[in-house]
């Protein structure tokens, strides 16, 4: 990891008797994408309006680009960008408009945010939206007008809640790639979310995080490392599935056979598993395969994995801390 | 100088996407044309005192002017998130909270000319302390409208926002001496005027239209900017705890 421009060190925030988020540790380095993926109500959006000075944390350091909190919580808020769970611009203002006025709330004068907003909404393919009220922008619009926004005065770091939540796939691919090239172009990016896929796509480290705590925290590479021990091999047969798993069952016991949800078989073995055989062993017993592919281990096997046994773990150690 | 732009986007912001909307103008207007003419109805075709009448007028219009919209557009604009906009600009909530007030105190000071010139048409004005006036008109103005920030802290919904500002604005009618003396109160409940800000300022400008007033001036001047003080370093106390808690 490169020099680290976020620093959080046992960051807790309690409301009431309720924990929000538990004794949280992390860093991130410049340049870095960094994804905090987590189940709903796990303590992300409190984790990212704590490191973005709106929410005053019980306990815990955090330093943002070397300026520590709350000291100095102004002067780091000048170059952070933030795209909250919700597209949260003024409905009765257009796009420039918002644009214009976000750029003011950080001190641009007009020479330089004029210029700057239409830069981005063509960046962002809104130009020709760009004089219509935010109100009646469509959710994906919204969306991309938000992380314009949040843009505006050239943020070092940029925090993202949620960001391809509840819009469509186009405008979701678009915004991830969106997001790529805004790394490329050097901004640290913080990411929370609850979609493992897009946490895989675009994230270099990942920190899992349950109940309020971060259960673990790797880069992308060594968290699917953990499931590349084993093989995978997904077969699409011609219909007759108990006839196929009966028949790779009795000739090859060591291999692990299930039906996957979209009804194909799915082959699994502890070393790696030799295609030709199995075809072969299929073709003689008169069952015919149209498409036979290598499952790539997921990112989602080792979440759930990992979240999984964390959360039971604590939810145990919950039980026994009250009795 | 940073810190200047976006003071002066907000003020500019607010006073364009609330304040000099049409609904908000014709507030100003017939707010105090209606209080006027029902005291011209009471007195049954009796000669009427406008020059008395003027500063419960102006003090009344500046409290509702200020009042019923900071608290609502704060509050709506907390509902709608776009507040969460302005808390994460790099300004500090001081600067913050005086440009989302500065709107309303703008907004409530022409208010506060909508009497009197309406007034300069039936009476003569010229005997009028207008040094006093401004003054006068601009502590009333701040110091309700950092009542109305005071509300806007406490609430979360609209509707709350509302019916908490009328409780306190409508016994101020009554309270401060606006149109009832304070001498006519009953003397239980007399206190009550003394704690609340518009007395002061409705003496004050009582001293600047008819010359007579029933508190000393100075005391007047103190307890109006003692009230400012306090309120905003309430609702900015508040403000911590509630929104950034």
Known sequence: MTSAVLDVRDLTKHY?????????????????????????????????????????????????????????I?????????????????????GFGNLCF??????????????????????????????????AYSRGMKRKLTI????????????????TTGIDVASARQIRRLLGDLNADGVTIFLTTHYIEEAERLCHRIAFIVAGRIVRIDTKESLLAEADGSSSLLLALDGNLEEGARLLGESFPDIAIA?????????TAADELELLPLLQRLNEGGVKVYEARIARPSLED?????????????????????G | MKAAIA??????????????????????IIFPVSWTLMFFLRSRGAPMDIKDLLPGVMAMSVLFGTTSMLAVTITFEKRHRSFERLLLAPIGLNLLMLAKTSGAITFGVINSAVPIVLAS???DLSGTTWLTVLPAVLFIAMSSTFLGLFIAVSVSEVFEAQTFSNFFRFPMVFLCGLFLPLGDLPAVIRPLSYVLPLTYGNDLLRHAFLGAGVLNPAVSWVMLALFTALLFAMSIRNAKRSWIS
Request: proline share 7%; charged share 25%; net charge negative.
């Open chain 1, 16 to 72: 009431g008797d309720v924990v929000a988020v538990d004794g949280v540790s992390f860093r991130v380095g410049a340049g870095e994408i960094f994804g905090f993926l987590g189940p709903n109500g796990a303590g992300k959006t409190t984790t990212i309006n704590a490191l973005t000075g709106l929410v005053d944390p019980t306990g815990g350091e955090i330093s943002v680009l070397g300026l520590a909190y709350p000291g100095h």
């Open chain 1, 74 to 94: 102004s002067e780091a808020q000048g170059h952070i960008g933030v795209v909250p769970d919700e597209s949260n611009l003024y409905g009765e203002m257009d």
């Open chain 1, 102 to 135: 976000c750029a003011a709330l950080y001190g641009l004068p007009r020479r330089v945010r004029e210029p700057r907003a239409r830069e981005l909404l063509d960046r962002f393919d809104l130009a020709e939206v760009g004089r219509r009220p935010f109100a």
């Open chain 1, 148 to 163: 314009a926004a949040a843009l505006i005065h050239r943020p070092q770091i940029l925090f993202l809640d949620e960001p």
């Open chain 1, 259 to 267: 039906r996957n949800p979209e009804g194909n078989l799915l082959l």
């Open chain 1, 302 to 322: 080792v979440f759930v994995r990992v979240t999984g046994i964390e959360a039971r773990e604590m939810k145990a150690a919950e039980g026994r801390g009250r």
């Open chain 2, 7 to 28: 003071f002066w986007a907000i003020l500019a912001k607010d006073m364009r996407n609330y304040y000099l909307k049409p609904p908000n103008i014709s507030w100003g």
């Open chain 2, 121 to 123: 048409f039936l009476v």
